[in-house]
């Protein structure tokens, strides 16, 4: 389950270089920090939560937790836990 979270946080950080180029905080940003204090804005989460919804292929739920939204790292291991 840990390769599957690395790979999942990789690709999440590939859609946000997609959204916001190469040059962006997204590069070296922690995997735990939190992306809206890093700037990103919540037009720029949804955008990101549509991207993962066809990458991942899953439909987020309308009662999702603040939390999970929060990092790179809280959204993958969302992401894999509905997958098992």
Partial sequence: MAD???ETR???RELLIEMHGP???VRTVSDTVS???QGL???ALVSLLVRMEDAFG???????QPEVLR???SLAEHV???RV
């Fill in 4 to 6: 599957q979270v690395t």
């Fill in 10 to 12: 990789q690709r999440i």
């Fill in 23 to 25: 040059d962006s905080f």
């Fill in 35 to 37: 992306l809206r204090q």
């Fill in 41 to 43: 804005s919540s037009a």
């Fill in 58 to 64: 899953f439909e987020w739920d309308d009662d999702i």
């Fill in 71 to 73: 990092s790179i790292s």
């Fill in 80 to 82: 894999v836990a509905l």
